[in-house]
């Protein structure tokens, strides 16, 4: 039994596939299915039922699971931890970011870490605001990125505030509203929305904004891929309300101020639970080029 088997049988429990679970561990499926073949054969029982179409846990594979992530994991903190002791920064680390991140430049913040950590390796999340901070505070996550309505804060976990801003109104250009300087929450209300799906802190920004002038609106279109959002915008089935600060990504779109329009409110969160030398290597690694 070796480590990497460990790492196979956990990603086909997970996924319940084992194409997909070895796309995840990048390696072919022949690869990975001879792996856990092997595996099964030296501890004498079938961890997964499967036919051609189908894979199921069985009970002997749902006791094996456990302690095989907790054995994973120990490995992985003992080789971080020794890493650690040499002044190298090793291990994994669990980024979650929302849909529309306009605080920090993802990309560029990935490249200044990895050239200064180059044996840590990333994992992206991408997911609503009220989710990957329940992720972080369970230790799912060690980081993330998250975007609430004004006067919301981040629950069980520690942060900062990155930015503060003004959602503004996305329409194609030849929309009647992309002519005008600046538009209010009631001439908005007259149109059709795609937007965030509902009880999500994305969609509360703007659904607060129209509460508190008593207006209502018709969201037609509800979808948490914000590039899924502009290409409804462009084909000008609705309009969409998105922080200013995404909206230079889109320069066949019109966009326009809002008055009094819902504010958004960007936070970095991360737990200080026994935080992995990586995590604080990333918090580190964002403050420099802050």
């Keep these: 039994m070796d480590l990497q088997q460990l790492r196979y049988v956990i990603a086909v429990a997970e996924t319940r ?3 997909r679970a070895a796309e995840h561990c990048f390696v072919v499926q022949s690869a990975l299915s001879h792996q856990v073949a092997n595996l099964e054969r030296e501890l004498g029982v079938k961890l997964f039922a499967r036919t051609s179409r189908r894979v199921e846990i069985t009970a002997a594979g749902e006791a094996f699971l456990p302690p095989a992530r907790q054995a ?4 992985e903190r003992a080789a971080t931890d020794a890493a650690a002791a040499a002044g190298l920064v090793r291990g994994r680390l669990a980024v979650g970011v929302i849909p529309a991140v306009a605080a920090i430049d993802m990309p560029a913040a990935l490249r200044h870490f ?5 044996g840590v390796r990333i994992s992206l999340r991408v997911d609503r605001s009220d989710d990957l901070a329940a992720q972080v505070a369970a230790g ?5 990125v998250l975007g609430l309505p004004e006067g919301d804060r981040p629950r069980g976990v520690r942060f900062r505030e990155l930015a503060r801003d003004r959602l503004v109104a996305v329409v194609p250009p030849a929309h009647d509203l992309a002519r005008e ?8 209300a007259r149109e059709t929305f795609v937007d965030f799906p509902v009880r999500t ?42 922080p200013s ?9 019109a966009t326009i101020p809002v008055d009094n329009g819902p504010l958004r409110v960007e936070f970095l969160a991360w737990s200080e639970f026994n935080p992995s030398p990586a ?12």
């Design 279 to 290: 995590t604080q290597a990333f918090l580190s690694s964002l403050d420099e080029i802050a």
């Design 140 to 144: 799912d996550l060690e980081v993330a």
């Design 114 to 118: 990895r050239e200064r950590h180059p």
């Design 17 to 19: 596939n084992f194409t």
């Design 72 to 75: 994973l994991e120990a490995a």
């Design 181 to 188: 300087a600046q538009v209010s929450l009631r001439q908005l």
């Design 245 to 253: 600060a995404v909206t230079g990504d889109y320069p066949d779109l």
């Design 201 to 242: 802190p994305g969609r509360a920004q703007s659904d607060r904004a129209f509460a508190a002038e008593n207006l209502a609106r018709d969201v037609a279109f509800e979808a948490m891929a914000l590039d899924l959002q502009i290409q409804i915008v462009r084909h000008g089935l609705a309009i969409a309300l998105l």
